[in-house]
């Protein structure tokens, strides 16, 4: 059997054909046009790193409790479920404190 290489009529990657082919499709068109489910596609290559906490030794990314609204930690006054007040992200102990900043912040 003869062969040939023959460029995908598509995208234009070569393919290796018998020497009687006249055209052809290469397999990325062809699972193209079949659909193929994603799952047996090759992964896309990520272009992002951003949304992704590194993970550094000593800089761990601390993780918002749960039961916080977004966005809790630049409040400067948050009362939680659990009745802890927080300001800037930052548990409020003094209860002297705590009482000053649910005031002016009611
Ligand atoms: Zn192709």
């Known amino acids: ?3 040939k290489n023959l460029k995908c ?18 397999a990325d068109c062809t699972n193209r046009i079949a659909g193929v489910p994603e799952s047996l596609l090759p992964p896309a290559p990520k272009l992002t790193k951003s949304g992704k906490p590194r993970k550094k030794r000593g800089t761990a990314v601390k993780k918002v409790p749960s039961g916080k609204p ?23 102990t003094d209860p ?8 002016e912040n009611a």
Not at 9 to 26: M, Q, Y
Not at 96 to 103: F, S
């Open 96 to 103: 002297k404190v705590a009482k000053k900043l649910k005031k």
């Open 1 to 3: 059997m003869a062969y």
């Open 70 to 92: 977004r966005g809790w930690h630049f409040k400067i006054c948050y009362v939680h479920k659990d009745g802890t007040v927080w300001s800037r992200g930052e548990l409020v």
């Open 9 to 26: 009529f598509n995208c234009r990657v070569a393919v290796r054909v018998d020497k009687e082919t006249k055209a052809v499709l290469c």
